[in-house]
């Protein structure tokens, strides 16, 4: 049986800096940017920790050709895509953490 995946979008508390990101677990992906388990990421280097934004796929391969694309996308693409699906850019963590 094939794998799903998802993209998700962090952010800091601030929301001033964005990253996309690819995983096959989410909720374990999440605890590992909240707690820094590597620290010279640039994750745990800007205090990314919320996450505000995730969509999944079926596959892990259709999950990282979204990533590829969301990450040519210019700042103000990508916001109007945060606030499509969340309008305040609230933390979904504890959703995701509750599946």
Request: hydrophobic fraction near 35%; proline fraction near 3%; aromatic fraction near 12%.
């Amino acid at each position: 049986m094939e794998r799903g995946g998802c993209i998700y979008i962090m952010t800091n508390f601030l929301r001033t800096t964005l990253y996309i990101g690819v995983t096959s677990d989410l909720q374990a992906r999440i605890i590992q940017h909240r707690d820094k388990l590597d620290p010279k990421s640039f994750t745990a280097k800007y205090n990314l920790s919320v996450c505000i934004y995730y969509e999944m796929y079926p596959s892990i391969e259709e999950a990282i050709a979204r990533e590829k694309q969301l990450k040519k996308w210019n700042r103000g693409k990508k916001e109007r895509l945060i606030a499509s699906l969340n309008k305040d850019w609230t933390d979904l963590s504890p959703e995701i953490q509750s599946w």
